[in-house]
């Protein structure tokens, strides 16, 4: 079945770019079913979405994080992955990758396992 | 502050009923779908409940799902201490132009 996993640095100093990719297997990338979206959570708190792409390249993210966020995709990897400048200590979170059923719904499902990412000096 | 409030806690004994409510607007709820998500501890959220009402394949009857007016709920029946975990709400909110959770429940099964 369909899997995603995440993967990147777990330590990011303050004011420099975080970088994540997720891969995807058991599936492909390039559905024209799906977006593919990035999620984080801070250390003991609530989910926030951070922005979803397509497999053409197109993207939607959240407004209260555009200006720093890219997400990108990478077909022939089966990858994506999202890129957030500027980081500060509220960055430090963990961050899911998910398939993201973008239509009317606007569902997630399946999850990646998480990756915890601290941003510190 | 989340778009889509949901009580902190929430709490019931085996084999109860209990409701996890997500109230909304307009904006969000009133017009569009509420999908629901089970965070079981140390473990990534699961999709519960999608379309307002719909189960994925392998989640138990005893999950359901409702919506009305700009407010949705989550109900669980026949409570088991393996459904101790935080459920959130989430939907898109047109007015933000984006993807919206609620704050999260924490339930406990006691």
């Known amino acids: 079945q369909l899997q995603v996993q995440e993967s990147g640095p777990g330590l990011v100093k303050p004011s420099e770019t975080l970088s994540l990719t997720c891969s995807v297997s058991?599936?492909?990338?390039?559905?024209?079913?799906?977006?593919w979206g990035w999620i984080r959570q801070p250390p003991g708190k609530g989910l926030e979405w951070i922005g979803s792409i397509f497999y053409s390249g197109n993207t939607y993210y959240n407004p209260s994080l555009k200006s720093r966020v890219t997400i990108s995709v990478d077909t022939s990897k089966n990858q994506f992955s999202v890129r957030l400048s500027s980081v500060t200590a509220a960055d430090t979170a963990v961050y899911y990758c998910?398939?993201?059923?973008?239509?009317?719904?606007?569902?997630?499902?399946?999850w990646g396992q998480g990756t915890l990412v601290s941003v510190s000096s | 502050q989340s778009v889509l409030t949901q009580p902190p806690s929430a709490s019931g004994t085996p084999g109860q009923r209990v409701t996890i409510s997500c109230s909304g607007s307009?904006?969000?709820?009133?017009?569009?779908?509420v999908n629901w998500y089970q965070q079981l501890p140390g473990t990534a959220p699961k999709l519960l409940i999608y379309?307002?009402?719909q189960r994925p394949s392998g989640v138990p009857d005893r999950f359901s799902g409702s919506k009305s007016g700009a407010s949705a709920s989550l109900a669980i029946s026949g409570l088991q201490s393996e459904d101790e975990a935080d459920y959130y709400c989430a939907g898109w909110d047109d007015s933000l132009n984006g993807l919206v959770f609620g704050g999260g429940t924490k339930l406990t099964v006691l």
């Open positions: 998910a398939r993201h059923a973008a239509a009317s719904t606007n569902w997630f499902d399946p």
């Open positions: 058991g599936g492909s990338i390039s559905s024209s079913s799906y977006y």
């Open positions: 379309s307002n009402n």
């Open positions: 307009s904006s969000n709820i009133g017009t569009n779908s």
